[in-house]
């Protein structure tokens, strides 16, 4: 009897290298990231039909305020065309779409888009979608911490489980797979708290790239990894 693949509850996607993949091609990086949405519909739907039940996309870290001024604009632009065309799509599957990071320092716009977004798909339970926007995982920590300060907890009354309920989205559960694109190995301040014990996917294709083909290469290679999280026998 042939083995049911073991697929990730959560996954998270760390969608990089628009910017390389629009130079190779003498566009602009604004065009790159404009590229770096024409996948993401499919690879979503995919998600959803193999029953995964949490999906983090990052698409804009704190860090990425550094950028140059017309970059950031037009990543916003961006965002928010997607977020009006691809919310009412995902509504219609049952997915649930959620804000994960910081909302002070948005512009007012994205905060609106946020929030019909938010009130849209509220009730849905298909799929959690979370997208990291003016995320920080250091962030999210700090911020946890000041209000359980706030709340007055004393020392003793603070284990995981109780800083967890603290974070942006206290329902979100560990990351089981990381998927990072565009050739970087590392986290880049996504989820640090929520990867302690991730499984991690690195390919050197670049984000505009990233077919369902390539997804599926990620989840089966996901499937083959051994999971102990410190004992001894694997655990699903
Ligand atoms: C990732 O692509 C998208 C964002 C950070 C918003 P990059 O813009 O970082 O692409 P590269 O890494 O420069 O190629
Ligand atoms: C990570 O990519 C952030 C997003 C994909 C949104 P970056 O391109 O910003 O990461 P670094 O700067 O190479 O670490
Ligand atoms: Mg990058």
């Known amino acids: 009897m042939q083995q049911k693949k073991l697929i990730p509850n959560h996954i998270a996607i760390i969608m990089d290298g628009n910017g390389r993949w629009a130079e190779q091609r003498g566009l602009t990086r604004v065009e790159g990231h404009r590229a770096g949405v024409r996948h993401i519909h499919s690879l979503i739907r995919h998600l959803y039909t ?50 994960l990071g910081s909302l002070e320092g948005l512009p007012e716009d994205t905060k609106e888009d946020i929030k019909k977004a938010d009130e849209l798909t509220a009730g849905n339970t298909g799929m959690t979608l979370s997208v990291a926007l003016n995320y920080g995982g250091r962030a999210e920590i700090i911020e946890a911490v000041r209000r359980i300060v706030t709340a007055g907890l004393n020392p003793g009354e603070i284990n995981e489980k109780v800083l967890q309920s603290y974070l942006y989205i206290p329902e979100l559960p560990d990351v089981d797979l990381v998927i990072r694109t565009g050739g970087e190995m590392r986290i880049s301040n996504l989820l640090i708290w929520q990867t302690a014990y991730s499984e991690y996917y690195f390919t050197p294709v670049l984000w505009p790239d990233f077919s369902v083909a390539e997804l599926k290469k990620a989840l089966s290679e996901f499937s083959r990894r051994k999971r102990r999280f410190g004992g001894l026998n694997q655990k699903a």
Request: aromatic residues 12%.
């Open 50 to 99: 193999r029953g995964v039940k949490y999906v983090t996309l990052y698409a804009f870290s704190t860090e990425n305020w550094r950028r140059p001024e017309d970059e950031v604009n037009g990543i916003f632009r961006i965002l928010h065309d997607v977020t009006v065309s691809e919310s009412k799509k995902l509504n219609k599957y049952g997915i649930c779409i959620r804000h």
